[in-house]
C-alpha cells in the first residue's frame, strides 16, 4: 500500500458508524481505558521480560532447575515493580523428564527414513519395533480387536479439522487421541503409539502434551509425530505392504518434587480483603520456550497490574498477578491456589486467565451463567470495541483460575486471535521470536482494562 | 494450554451470548457463508500460488521482468481455473530501477560504521557526504533556514507513534517525511535525506516507498534508514559533536514502459453488463517479495472468486478479480481501469480491495456517506461476527478502486488485523514466510462473503 494522498483521505476518514453513547461515568472509564492502552504500548516492559524469561532462563517444566529460575526471576520482577507483597506457594509437582534419546524411523523394505518425533508428557521410555497401523479415532480400536493391535505400534491419524474458525474447536476435536490413545492402544496389546501432531499447519515440527496412562492397561511409549511425516507415513500406508517403525526414548518419570506459585499483589484501598486475580502458567513443555504457552500470559498479568499501578491507579479490592505452576501436566499449582485462599476464607470476586497464546486480543470468553453478571459485562463493550475487543462470549476462562469457580469467582479467560496458536503449540517453535511486541501488549492492556472496570463495578 | 477435560468443557460452552435474529433469508445467506468459508480452509489455492507468486517469480516493481512475469502468472491462475473470460488491460508504467549499489556510513572521529540503509523508490543515484543534521518534521526546515541545511544530509527522524491502536493511522502521521522530505530538504540546500523508516519495531530492515519531488528544487539522494541505525544515529548525535555520512546509490529512473492490468471475469447471469469488482495490486517493492503488499491481496481477490464458483454460486451481476499494475509508484493501473470502465460505460456497484496485509480479517472499511447504503451493510454485521468480522467501520476502500468513486461505485476495503503490517511493509522481510496460511484464507473468505452479500442486495 502507498500514494500517500490518498492514505491520508483514507486515514481522515476512519471514524466509527456506530455512534457510542456514554455516560459521564463512561466518559472518565474511557479515559482511564486510553491511559491503560498508552502505557501498554509506550511503557510496557512485558516483551523485554518474555525475552529473558524465554531466552536466559532454560526449558521451565515443572520440576526442572529452568522452572525454579522462572520462579526466582518472576519473584524480581515483582519486587523490582515494587509491589505491595510478593510471596510464593509452595506445592508438590510432577517430575517427568524428557531424557536425551527420542527417535524413531520407518523401514519400507529396504528403504529406512527417520521420522521427526518427540515424546508425550508423561510418557514412559523404551526401545521398541512394531508393524504401523493407522487408526483416525479411538473407537476404530475397539473394532479392530486384540488379533489386529497386538504386537502393533498404533498410529493415531486424525488430523485437526481446519474448517473450524475457532482454531481450539479443532483442537478439542482431537486430543483425545493424544491424551487417552496410548492406554486404549495398550489395552488391545499395541507395543507403542504414535499420534498426529496438533497442528493445523503441515511443518515438520513435533508437538508433545500432556497424556494419561489407564493403570489397567501396561504402559506403553507415546510419541507425537509432525504432521509432514505424519502425511509421508499415511501416504506411505495407502500404498499397501507392510511399514515397520523403531522407536527410542529414554524419558523417564521421577518422585514429585517441590514447586512454587508465584504471587505479587497490590493491596485494595477500600476492600483489602477481597480479591481480583489474573494469571498464567509458569511451567512450559521443554521442547520449545514456551514463548505463546504461557510465556505470554505470564508476562501480561505482571504488566496487566504494572500499568495500573503505573498510572496512578488506586484499585478498590486487592489486586494479584499469579504465576502459576504446573498447568501443564498436573494443574498441581491451580489446586494449591484455590486451597490457599479457601483456607485463608479469601473472597475471590473475579479472575482472568491468559493462557491462548500472545495473539492480538479480541475480547474475552466469560464463564458465567448469571444474566445479570453477563449483562454487566457486555454494557463494558462499547468501551472496548475501540481496542479491538469485540468478542465477548460464554465460555471456559482456564485451567488455573478453575479450581476459583466453586468459592462462586467471576472467571474470564482473555481470548486472541487463534489462526496463529498451534503452529507453536507445544512445539520446538513455541519461541519469543514468534511474539509479536504490540500484539501482547495489547493484551496485557485488555487485561488491565477489564480488571480496572470490574474493580468499579463489583 | 493443556489438560483434555477443562479444554472439552469450554470449547463445549463457547456458544454466543448475543443471539443471532435471523430471517428465512438470513438462514440461507448464513449457509451460504459457511460454505464460502469452509471452502476457503479446506480446499484454497492462494497460499501455494502466493509461495509460487514470491518465489518463483523475481521482484516485480513496475516496469521489471518480474511485473511481466507477475502478468502473465496471475493470467495462467485465471485460465486453469476456467474463469469466463481472462483479458489485460495496457499502459504505460514508470520503469525507476534501484540499481545494484546503496550504501552509507557514518563518520565520528576516526570511527566508521555501515548504516542500514535502502533507496527511497523514484529518488536519484549520487556519491555525497555531508553533516548529518536530524529534524522531527518538515516545518523545522523553515524555522532552521538555508545557513542550517546548506550542504548536510538531512535526517528525518519522526517516529511512528505506536500509541495508535490502528498502525495506519501512525504511518500516516510520519509518511510526509518520505514522500515531501527530499524537495523540502532540497530547497535549503541539502545534498541528500535519509529518514527513519516506517516502522514501529527495533530492527535492522530499512523501508523503502514511494517519494515526489518538486520540480522547482534539485532532485538530491533519499534513503530510508533502519529504525535501529536510526536510534544509534539520534544517540550519537545527542552526545554532541559533528557526523559525516557518506551515501553511496545508482538507481536511475528509465523511460515509462508498457505494463498491464490483469482481469479475470465470472459473467452476471442477471445483470452482465453491471459489475462487482475485488482487487489487489500486482507490483511490489523490489527489496522483498511483496508477500503482504499486495501479493496477498492479489491472491485473496482471485481466491474470493474461485470460492464462489466452486461452491456453484451464480452471481446476478458479473464478477471481476482484478490485479492491478502499479500501485506502489504511480497508481496508472488504477487510473487505466477506471477509464476503461468508463468509456465502456461500465457500471460498477462495488468494488473490495485487499491491501493491508494477509493478516486476520477483522472487517470492513466502507467508504461511502450514504446513510442507507452503510445501514444496509450494517445489516449483514449478524451474518459475519460468527467469522471475527465486527469492524465496520467508515473508511477509504483503497487506492486502486479509488477512482470508481467518481462514476458512484460503492468502495470497500478489507480490515485485517493491523499490528504486523508495518513490521515488513516495503521492507527485505516481506517474504511468504511471514504470511500465515489461514490468516490468508479467511481474508479471502471475508470478501467473498461481502461479495455474496452485496451481489444479492444490489
Given at each position: 500500500m502507498a500514494y500517500m494522498q490518498l492514505l491520508i483521505r483514507f486515514i481522515a476518514g476512519f471514524v466509527f458508524f456506530f455512534h457510542v453513547e456514554v455516560s459521564a461515568q463512561g466518559n472518565s472509564d474511557s479515559l482511564v481505558i486510553r491511559k491503560i492502552f498508552e502505557e501498554a504500548l509506550t511503557k510496557s516492559r512485558c516483551y523485554d521480560d518474555l525475552g529473558t524469561l524465554c531466552k536466559s532462563i532454560p526449558p521451565r517444566l515443572s520440576g526442572s532447575v529452568g522452572a525454579a529460575m522462572a520462579v526466582e526471576f518472576t519473584r524480581s520482577i515483582f519486587e523490582d515493580e515494587k509491589f505491595d507483597r510478593v510471596f510464593l506457594q509452595?506445592?508438590?509437582?510432577?517430575?517427568?523428564?524428557?531424557?536425551?534419546?527420542?527417535?524413531?524411523?520407518?523401514?519400507?523394505?529396504?528403504?529406512?527414513?527417520?521420522?521427526?518425533?518427540?515424546?508425550?508428557?508423561?510418557?514412559?521410555?523404551?526401545?521398541?519395533?512394531?508393524?504401523?497401523?493407522?487408526?483416525?479415532?479411538?473407537?476404530?480400536l475397539d473394532s479392530l480387536g486384540r488379533k489386529a493391535i497386538?504386537?502393533?505400534?498404533?498410529?493415531?491419524?486424525?488430523?485437526?479439522?481446519?474448517?473450524?474458525?475457532?482454531?481450539?474447536?479443532?483442537?478439542?476435536?482431537?486430543?483425545?487421541?493424544?491424551?487417552?490413545?496410548?492406554?486404549?492402544?495398550?489395552?488391545?496389546?499395541a507395543v507403542a503409539t504414535l499420534v498426529r501432531s496438533m497442528n493445523l499447519r503441515e511443518d515438520e515440527f513435533p508437538h508433545t502434551g500432556s497424556m494419561s496412562y489407564d493403570s489397567d492397561y501396561p504402559k506403553i511409549p507415546a510419541l507425537a509425530l509432525s504432521t509432514d511425516d505424519a502425511t509421508w507415513l499415511t501416504n506411505k500406508l495407502a500404498e499397501g505392504g507392510s511399514i515397520e517403525v523403531s522407536l527410542r526414548a529414554n524419558c523417564v518419570t521421577m518422585p514429585d518434587t517441590i514447586s512454587h506459585n508465584v504471587v505479587g499483589e497490590l493491596i485494595g484501598t477500600q476492600f483489602p480483603n477481597e480479591f481480583v486475580i489474573c494469571g498464567g502458567h509458569l511451567d512450559a513443555?521443554?521442547?520449545?520456550?514456551?514463548?505463546?504457552?504461557?510465556?505470554?500470559?505470564?508476562?501480561?498479568?505482571?504488566?496487566?497490574?504494572?500499568?495500573?499501578?503505573?498510572?496512578?491507579?488506586k484499585p478498590r479490592h486487592t489486586l494479584r498477578a499469579v504465576m502459576f505452576m504446573n498447568e501443564e501436566n498436573g494443574a498441581r499449582g491451580a489446586k494449591k491456589y484455590a486451597e490457599w485462599a479457601d483456607s485463608l476464607n479469601e473472597k475471590h470476586l473475579f479472575a482472568i486467565e491468559s493462557d491462548r497464546g500472545g495473539f492480538s486480543p479480541r475480547g474475552f470468553a466469560i464463564d458465567s451463567e448469571d444474566s445479570i453478571m453477563i449483562r454487566k459485562i457486555s454494557r463494558f463493550r462499547t468501551l472496548l470495541e475501540p481496542y479491538g475487543l469485540h468478542d465477548f462470549k460464554r465460555g471456559g476462562g482456564g485451567v488455573d483460575i478453575g479450581p476459583l469457580k466453586k468459592q462462586g469467582t467471576l472467571c474470564i479467560g482473555l481470548v486472541p486471535d487463534s489462526q496463529r496458536y498451534f503452529d507453536h503449540h507445544h512445539a520446538a517453535n513455541d519461541t519469543f521470536e514468534h511474539v509479536n511486541k504490540r500484539e501482547l501488549e495489547l493484551g496485557a492492556a485488555a487485561m488491565a482494562a477489564l480488571i480496572y472496570l470490574l474493580d468499579q463495578e463489583l
Open positions: 509452595q506445592m508438590m509437582v510432577p517430575n517427568w523428564k524428557r531424557g536425551d534419546v527420542c527417535s524413531a524411523n520407518a523401514q519400507i523394505g529396504k528403504v529406512k527414513k527417520d521420522l521427526r518425533v518427540c515424546a508425550l508428557g508423561g510418557s514412559v521410555g523404551g526401545n521398541v519395533t512394531g508393524e504401523v497401523i493407522a487408526v483416525n479415532s479411538l473407537e476404530k497386538e504386537n502393533k505400534i498404533v498410529f493415531f491419524n486424525r488430523p485437526m479439522e481446519p474448517r473450524h474458525i475457532h482454531t481450539f474447536e479443532a483442537y478439542g476435536g482431537c486430543v483425545d487421541q493424544r491424551w487417552a490413545g496410548p492406554s486404549k492402544a495398550a489395552k488391545y496389546g513443555w521443554d521442547n520449545g520456550e514456551g514463548a505463546h504457552d504461557d510465556g505470554a500470559g505470564c508476562m501480561q498479568s505482571i504488566e496487566a497490574l504494572r500499568i495500573l499501578k503505573n498510572i496512578g491507579y
